[in-house]
């Protein structure tokens, strides 16, 4: 069985700054050697382009390897998802989970090791060609790597997973050409839109691996939003070839002080949708919640948004998808943000766009941390 778990939520500074993580490990926190995973806002365009994320990448890559004792090619195989763009009052950040160290339960975190708490696991799947993205196979290496997260993470139920974060290849200019050379055809010649093919053809993977849904059909994948996950948060970039897979959920008798939970935004507005993933992980709430009611216990907020096809949230217009200067998904994270931020009361959430079967149309999938431990 594995052990608790420790969650810390780091601020960065500037691009490429890792201080904060150097700090939880100088500290005692964390052990460098004990980092499992990192997920992380960076303040690029959140485009193809945004080469923000393989700066903080490689920035937090190198403190694990300085403070540690793991190889770079070891500390390469961890999934540090980077999401970019922070629009409107979104916080560049980064949350780092760590296994720690001595026996699970009250002895080494001071909580009661038979209540479910927080556990995670991870894997990279098979390497996804270029031709894969869009379709089926990316589907099934999707729901296989899913599947090992799931049993790495010692969850034996898959309704008590409630959050997936995944990071996979998009195509470029480069990987076309790679396919076209194979004669290999692709989703789509558009490298913009291949992040949302990426994202959605993703979603459906873990929707798969989970047993959410059944394997879809190949004309249904970026067209059927009534199949999704509701616990899948999918990012796409330039950084890698293949899905880095991080699963989170609950198993009693790990130990720890935290626990997850999570609920679905039904739109853009939905603030009782974040407050149920908060409640869902264990905080008890009053029934008209405010920030202060958190009491510093929510460790973070993680959520996928997309702009309501319909371009109408609550019987209301919006000019989003047709707005030639911002393109709809910085609009969108930041109207998702600063939602997020006003029930957190702190803007450092992580707010990703692209949510095709990631929830329903116009809405998204949110999770929720909390510390539970006594006080």
Not at 111 to 129: F, I, K, W
């Amino acid at each position: 069985m594995p052990g608790p778990i420790e969650v810390r939520k780091i601020p960065l500074q500037h691009v490429s700054d890792a201080s904060g993580l150097e700090q939880l490990i100088t500290g005692g926190a964390i052990e460098a050697d004990r980092v499992i995973a990192v997920i992380g806002k960076t303040e690029g365009n959140g485009g193809v382009n945004d080469y923000t994320r393989i700066l903080a990448d490689r920035a937090f890559r190198e403190v694990l390897v300085a403070r540690g004792t793991r190889t770079a090619k070891q500390v390469g195989q961890i999934p540090i998802v980077w999401s970019g763009g922070t629009d409107g009052v979104l916080c560049p950040h980064a949350t780092v989970f760590a296994t720690v160290a001595g026996a699970a339960g009250d002895a080494a975190t001071g909580t009661h090791c038979d209540q479910p708490r927080l556990s995670v696991g991870v894997s990279m799947s098979e390497r996804l060609l270029p031709e894969d993205i869009g379709r089926i196979p990316m589907v099934e290496k999707v729901a296989a790597g899913v599947r090992v997260a799931i049993r790495q993470a010692g969850i034996t139920d898959p309704r008590d997973v409630h959050y997936v974060q995944t990071k996979t290849p998009l195509l470029t200019t480069h990987t076309i050409a790679d396919a076209r050379r194979r004669g290999q055809s692709v989703f789509t010649e558009q490298t913009g839109e291949s992040m949302d093919v990426s994202n959605g053809t993703t979603a459906l993977g873990v929707a798969v691996g989970l047993g959410e849904i059944q394997m879809p059909a190949a004309d249904a994948i970026m067209r059927d939003r009534g199949l999704f996950s509701e616990v899948a948060s999918c990012s796409s970039g330039v950084e890698l070839d293949r899905a880095q897979i991080v699963v989170l959920g609950n198993v009693a008798g790990i130990g720890g002080r935290y626990r997850i939970g999570h609920c679905v935004m039904r739109d853009a507005l939905d603030q009782d949708g974040i407050w149920l993933a908060i409640a869902s992980a264990g905080l008890p709430l009053p029934d008209r919640p405010r920030p202060a009611d958190l009491d510093n216990r929510l460790v973070n907020l993680f959520m996928k948004c997309e702009a309501d096809p319909t371009g109408v949230v609550r019987g209301r217009r919006n000019a989003m998808l047709d707005d030639s200067d911002v393109h709809w998904h910085r609009q969108i994270k930041a109207c998702v943000g600063g939602v997020a931020a006003a029930v957190s009361g702190d803007p450092a959430v992580f707010v990703s766009v692209s949510a095709v079967h990631q929830g329903p149309a116009g809405g998204g999938p949110v999770a929720a941390i909390v510390d539970l431990s006594e006080r």
